[in-house]
């Protein structure tokens, strides 16, 4: 029951911090540095990465509608051209991070997936979005739909969305925002493309670490899985309207400040066990 607790923690965890630019996956690994669950490293691994599909579950029931590329109309098959191009620009911009997680995922969790480079990237990211926000309220957003996101500008916040691959504690939500952000797209279309972005990047993620794990499984470590998935899903639905409502009145700037100080807080924890132990 100690692990399932455990389990349940840290999808409440990954439910919370997917969607707010403020990095589940930083969070993840620092929270497991405080609940670790009793299981081989191999399955925390793969824990800490598979949860985040009941996080992205959320956004599909959430925004079917915006998702789904098919319909019936008269007893016809409906296609729906806009959201098939919607799926195209994704597609594009999922191409840089697919391409070095598939290159350099192993190498990339063992020289970053760790505490230091979490705490750096919380910082510099927070203050990022401090800077952008204040240089963004001069600025009359362009792009005001996804619709009006173009191939090229796709691309572009694929590319930001790849230092967020590369380096835990960036935030892919954050990394895309920020860089949907300087590239003249409005907040809340910025905030509704990096969700729908997330659904082949965390689904694409997830099996791959299922494929190197392996599927053969214990009990335990199928109810661990279930239980932070079920718990990542139901937070996710509350998380992601509290956003979409947030952001139409407000900036980004509270999440970083909250970023900056979080990663001081984590730099003088460790920095106050390493001096102890």
């Known amino acids: 029951m100690l692990e399932i607790l455990k389990a349940f923690l840290l999808g409440l965890v990954e439910g919370v911090t997917e969607w707010l630019p403020v990095s589940s996956t930083g969070h993840m690994i620092l929270v497991d540095e405080f609940i670790k669950l009793d299981v081989t490293d191999d399955f925390r691994s793969m824990f800490l990465v598979v949860i985040q599909l009941g996080a992205i579950l959320a956004v599909v029931v959430m925004f079917w509608k915006k998702l789904w590329p098919f319909g019936v109309q008269e007893k016809k098959l409906l296609i729906k051209?806009?959201?098939?191009?919607?799926?195209?620009?994704?597609?594009?911009?999922?191409?840089?991070?697919?391409?070095?997680?598939?290159?350099?995922?192993?190498?990339?969790e063992a020289l970053f997936y760790n505490w230091q480079t979490v705490s750096v990237m919380l910082i510099l990211v927070g203050i990022c979005f401090i800077i952008i926000e204040n240089y963004n309220k001069k600025r009359t957003p362009k792009i005001n739909s996804i619709a009006e996101i173009t191939y090229p500008i796709a691309f572009y916040i694929g590319l930001f969305q790849l230092i967020a691959a590369v380096f835990p504690g960036t935030s892919r939500s954050g990394a895309t925002i920020v860089g949907a952000l300087l590239l003249g797209v409005s907040r809340t279309v910025a905030a509704e493309f990096t969700f729908f972005l997330a659904v082949p990047v965390m689904f694409g993620a997830s099996a791959l670490k299922l494929v190197q794990y392996g599927f053969s499984y214990t009990g335990q470590e199928i109810a661990l899985l279930l239980v932070g998935m079920i718990t990542a899903f139901v937070v996710s639905l509350f998380i992601i309207k509290f956003l979409m409502s947030y952001i139409k009145k407000h900036d980004f700037k509270?999440?970083?400040w909250y970023r900056i100080v979080l990663g001081v807080v984590v730099i003088g924890y460790f920095a106050i066990r390493s001096f102890i132990g």
């Open 254 to 256: 509270a999440f970083g």
């Open 81 to 108: 051209k806009p959201i098939f191009t919607m799926w195209f620009k994704v597609i594009v911009a999922c191409i840089p991070a697919a391409i070095v997680g598939l290159l350099f995922d192993e190498q990339l």
